[in-house]
């Protein structure tokens, strides 16, 4: 039974590139949510999404960020015109639906993203 | 305003002594409490959870957690500490807001347990 898997696990882009993320909940998950942890700090939510669903992107930054999950496939969180200070380790993590308000979130082991 | 604090940054513990680290919320309706651990370049793992009824809970490893409704915690304990326990800790509470739920992370505390 497969956790929450993510690709890839370490990514190095050069400013001004584009990084695509990619998260794949646990079976039988229907909620993502992807968080972002700077070095040596907690993690910040950035944007919860159910299938073919933005439910909450208030962590998300205004401009070059943005989320997907799609009816097939993975999510996918984009960043484009990646700067320096995007350098961080972005998890993602999955839960079932909200019909019970007591649900777990598993999380992925996270992708690192470097900037050069 | 919903929030979860981890009063600590670090805490320091000899192997084979107890150890608590500390965490303090703040939420509207009932509390739904969680803690997680993180090895380094590793993604958080679920220890336990309060949802409901005894106000102790057991989880994963040995750990423990303990509701406190009036002092509005959830502090984590063991009663003997391993080197491995070493580790970054995260509190959390589970949200509710007009969009649904929402899973707020403390700080984080990082356990050092010294041999």
């Known amino acids: 039974n497969a956790g929450v898997m993510q690709n890839p696990r370490h990514l190095v882009r050069r400013r001004g590139q584009e990084a695509r993320l990619r998260c794949s909940p646990m079976k039988g998950h229907s909620h993502v949510y992807w968080y972002r942890q700077l070095p040596e700090e907690g993690l910040k939510f950035m944007v919860y999404?159910?299938?073919?669903?933005?439910?909450?992107e208030s962590g998300m930054p205004k401009e070059r960020f943005s989320a997907e999950f799609p009816k097939e496939g993975p999510s996918i969180l984009r960043i484009q015109q990646v700067v320096r200070g995007d350098s961080a380790a972005y998890f993602c993590a999955s839960s079932p639906p909200q019909a019970h308000s007591g649900n777990t979130i598993y999380f992925g082991e996270g992708s690192w993203l470097t900037v050069v | 305003a919903q929030s979860v604090a981890q009063p600590e940054d670090q805490v320091n513990v000899a192997e084979g002594n107890p150890l608590t680290v500390k965490c303090t919320y703040s939420?509207?309706?009932?509390?739904?409490l969680f803690w997680y651990v993180q090895y380094p370049n590793r993604g958080l793992q679920f220890l336990l959870k309060?949802?409901?009824?005894?106000?102790l809970v057991k989880g994963s490893y040995g750990f423990e957690a303990e509701f406190n409704k009036s002092q509005t915690s959830f502090h984590l304990k063991k009663p003997s500490a391993l080197v491995s326990d070493s580790a970054l800790y995260f509190c959390?509470?589970?949200?509710?807001?007009?969009?649904?739920?929402?899973?707020?992370f403390g700080a984080g505390t990082r356990l050092f347990v010294k041999a």
């Open positions: 309060y949802i409901t009824g005894d106000n």
């Open positions: 939420v509207s309706g009932n509390p739904y």
């Open positions: 999404l159910q299938k073919e669903n933005i439910i909450d």
């Open positions: 959390a509470v589970r949200a509710q807001y007009t969009g649904g739920f929402k899973t707020i």
